[in-house]
Nanobody, 120 residues
């Protein structure tokens, strides 16, 4: 019954900004790490950013200084603020989270993906 629902994708010009949101809902006992991945056509899915339950963050080198990941533990939501967007950021973005639905075992859950397109 756990699901992750993403929003905030769209079309933006190079240099612009977007903010992605991903809200977890359903039967949730606890949430550990949360993160964002992206996949461009013909390429492997890659990690963009991750945030731990304690708030520590890591970023792919390609987005450091431009993207910021954050979370709201009250709303069970993870965000990705994307600034200074480049055409090479164009991809489908997926959120993921490690969630314990009450089994006392964490499992990975994925959002449905949201398209981000950056035009030149």
């Amino acid at each position: 019954q756990v699901q992750l629902v993403e929003s905030g994708g769209g079309l933006v010009q190079a240099g612009g900004s977007l903010r992605l949101s991903c809200a977890a809902s359903g039967r949730i006992f606890s949430i550990n790490n949360m993160g964002w991945y992206r996949q461009a056509p013909g390429k492997q899915r890659e990690l963009v950013a991750v945030i731990t339950s304690g708030g520590s963050t890591n970023y792919a080198d390609s987005v450091k200084g431009r993207f910021t990941i954050s979370r709201d533990n009250v709303k069970n939501t993870v965000y990705l603020q994307m600034n200074s967007l480049k055409p090479e950021d164009t991809a489908v973005y997926y959120c993921n989270a490690y969630i314990d639905p009450g089994s006392r075992l964490y499992a990975a859950y994925w959002g449905q993906g949201t398209q981000v397109t950056v035009s030149s």
